[in-house]
């Protein structure tokens, strides 16, 4: 017999990607969800942020879609004009060969946007922090921790989400956004720069998001990160010379940075989600850290709670 999904009352922990694909596919299925964010904004590390009045990404710098149920995600979003193919070449430094991938998506509204999309039509209360597991549980049939480890363990979970997410390790990293008065540098989609000891990548934002804008965001070593966690900007000139540097641009940016503390799991669980009892955890540290396997971990708790 069917489960009556609309009496079962579901709150989700985070606005981020795999909240908000748990959440999408937890209403769809009939199920009463709520998700609370204690950030102002939804999509959490697929973030865009306002510069100059355009969005640049700072956070998640492109999606890769190979996986069935997200392929058609991307394909549903790029269907509405909201994400496009942008590039499957990328520059590798030292050396700054050009390398072919997957092909890389991006969104002309900032991947944020990708998010918001996502959001539209379920309850979600932003600027809503939940301090404990126990605060939301009651009155709930499930919670959902759509966060990183780190933060579910902040919020006293039960011994097994608590081990689970114990087990994770998170690098940070300090992103960059470079507005510069003009395009002066060599054609660029974006580049993986090795064994640099503070830059570890940098994307052309006005080449991914479509519009030409003379932006490039770069991304920190995890080493530096942790060097300027207090004081973010104080990167954002270690970084903008680094870029000028290895693209050899002699224009000083306007330069905002952001921190991201928890950027990267390092290392990750091969299940796709973990449980214990009515308290579910989900996320990028379930696979290979990536927007997918965020999408894909939180589509896969809202699949094992419909499934009853
Ligand atoms: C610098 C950087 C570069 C990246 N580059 C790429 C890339 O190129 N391609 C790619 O595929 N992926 C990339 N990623 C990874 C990608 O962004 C993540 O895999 C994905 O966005 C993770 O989504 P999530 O929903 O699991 O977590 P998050 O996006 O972290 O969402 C968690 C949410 O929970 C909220 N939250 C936390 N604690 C609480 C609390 N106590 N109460 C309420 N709300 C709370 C947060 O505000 C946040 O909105 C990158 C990430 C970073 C930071």
Redesign the pocket.
Known sequence: MALNLSFVDIVV???????LSCARALADGGARVRV????RVVG???ASRRVNGRYADI??????ADEPGFVAQTESWQARGLARPWTDTLRVYPGGTDSRGPVRWAAPGGLRSLATDLADGLDVRLS???DSVDSVVQGADAVVL???GP?AL??SPPPAIASAAASQTWRP?I?AVLTYPERTWARLHGAFVNDHPVLATVCDDGDRRGDAAPVLVA?STAELAAEHLDAPAEAGPVLAAAVGELLGITASPQVETHR?TY??PEKTSEAPYARDGQVWLC??AFGR??????WLSGRAVAAALLAG
């Open positions: 922990v985070g606005a981020g990607i795999a909240g609370l964010d204690r950030g959490g590390r697929l956070g998640a710098a492109y999606l890769v809503t922090p939940v759509a966060v990183p933060q902040r919020l990293v992103a991304h991201w950027a990267q996320g990028d850290p990536r927007v997918q396997t965020a």
